[in-house]
């Protein structure tokens, strides 16, 4: 870790109240009037500034960050290179509606897409501000392309809070409960999840291909189905790895039908796993790739980019939004970038891999609740559950691992459609000392629950 992405905080692990403290308490009260309950948090401790593996709240709590802002803050917060380059960028203008009169960080901001994307055909991108944005115009660039209305989903998926992702995504409760309608057209098939597949993982990517596929072929007609739209790891379901030659047969299902094929990157993207982007594991060139999370280094930014052909198939004016590609969030995205390229965040996330797992793995071998140890590069978690041999999903006994380790001042998430999974998303540039100690904490929250 360097000092260009620790923002100057010190890169300690500190309590000096409980957690959390009495300033956040009396913040939590205000919140609690003021915002809407909809909008909850996973830990009410109130920010006061954070940088490379620290985040520091307004008690002077200094929490060990395995959150990221939920994969955003990749190359730390505050990092050097995103401060300074949207600091010049707030001085120069700060909007003026791409649309309306252009300017020239959102073209470099495509054009590092088109470098840092796989395959080496013609691309575009269009930027947007949300995730969930990009997933939208996605679908309507599809539709534009190739005339065709439907899109094939994935158990345990997850797209957004929009109403068309809102559909895309599995999940019912907190996502989509008595939000709907939703949108027509969405039609959702199984994934290889590989620990829960009934014949085992070794079957699972080909069986799991070949269900997918003629589900779609029966119940949707391949003819009709504008896109595919599948995370390469999959984020909030579970960080569910689809099992080997599930993706390739999927894109080659798409490739010989007209469909396009859509990675959403948002949460596995820009080095998280080891590598820019996670399809480039088995080799999937996706004919689109949607972008946003680790991309700007905090600030609000999202990218549609594949291929100039399917990208120009909307007509002039079809895409686009007052504040999409905001020149300040691409001027944070040019910095964000150079980050990963200059202290090579790929290897950084391997590194963290190769330190998480065997930490983990003996952990599994003392704690028999952890099902599952799964994820690459710094986006790992594990599953877990009652009992190995039922594989009944723990999500009380998850939510009480996380608590521990919240009090204990580390910051760790859960997901999975059962919430029985405990993922770790660590900001890249942390140190080896820092993860060793949060996987210090994982392990004494484990032995003070079990
Ligand atoms: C977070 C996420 C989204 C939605 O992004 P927002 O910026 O929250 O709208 C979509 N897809 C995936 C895979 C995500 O992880």
């Given at each position: 870790?360097?000092?260009s992405t620790t923002a100057g905080v010190p890169q300690e692990r500190r309590l000096v109240?409980?957690?959390?403290?009495?300033?956040?308490?009396q913040l939590l009260a205000r919140k609690n009037a003021a915002v809407a309950n909809g909008v909850a948090v996973t830990l009410p401790v109130f920010t006061a500034r954070a940088g490379g593996g620290i985040l520091e709240d307004i008690d002077g709590n200094r929490l060990i960050d395995f959150g990221s802002g939920i994969a955003v803050t990749t190359v730390g917060n505050s990092a050097e290179a995103v401060v300074r380059r949207a600091t010049a960028q707030l001085a120069?203008?700060?909007h003026t509606c791409f649309m309306i009169t252009p300017y020239e960080e959102y073209v470099e901001v495509a054009e590092a897409l088109a470098e840092l994307t796989p395959g080496d055909h013609a691309k575009k991108s269009a930027l947007f501000n949300s995730g969930a944005e990009a997933v939208e115009n996605a679908v309507k660039i599809a539709r534009a392309y190739t005339k065709r209305q439907a899109v094939v989903v994935f158990d345990h998926g997850y797209h957004g809070r929009t109403n068309l992702t809102m559909a895309l995504t599995a999940k019912n409760m907190p996502y989509k409960n008595g939000f709907g309608p939703f949108a027509p057209e969405i039609y959702r098939v199984p994934v290889a999840y590989g620990y829960r597949w009934p014949t085992g993982p070794e079957n699972c990517g080909p069986e799991a291909a070949a269900q997918a596929i003629d589900e779609i072929s029966k119940q949707v007609g391949a003819d009709n189905v504008a896109a595919i739209v599948i995370e390469p790891v999959l984020g909030e379901g579970g960080f569910i790895e689809p099992a080997k030659g599930f993706l390739p047969a999927l894109k080659k299902f798409a490739e010989d039908n007209g469909i396009v094929f859509v990675a959403d990157e948002i949460q596995?993207?820009?080095c998280r796993?080891?590598?820019?982007?996670?399809c480039e594991d088995e080799g999937i060139v996706p004919d689109l790739i949607t972008t946003a999370k680790g991309i700007a280094g905090g600030l609000p930014l999202a990218a549609v980019t594949g291929r100039a052909e399917i990208m120009d198939a909307a007509h002039a004016g079809g895409l686009g939004g007052t504040y999409g590609g905001n020149p300040v969030a691409c001027a944070a995205a040019l910095g964000a970038i150079a980050t990963m390229k200059e202290l090579d965040l790929n290897a950084a996330a391997?590194?963290?891999e190769g330190i998480m797992k065997p930490r983990l793995a003996a952990?599994?071998?003392?704690?028999?609740?952890?099902g599952d140890i799964r994820g690459r590069g710094a986006m790992i978690?594990?599953?877990l559950v009652k009992d190995p041999a039922t594989k009944e999903p723990a999500p009380e006994l998850t939510g009480a691992v996380a608590k521990a380790c919240h009090a204990a001042g580390l910051i760790v998430l859960t997901c999975g459609t059962y919430g029985n999974v405990l993922r770790f998303l660590p900001p890249l540039v942390i140190s080896d000392e820092l993860l060793n100690e949060g996987l210090d904490l994982i392990e004494e929250a484990f032995a003070a629950q079990l």
């Open positions: 870790m360097t000092d109240t409980a957690v959390p403290g009495p300033k956040s308490q120069d203008f700060t596995s993207g820009f796993t080891g590598q820019w982007f996670a391997q590194r963290i952990m599994q071998e003392k704690f028999d609740v952890i978690a594990v599953e």
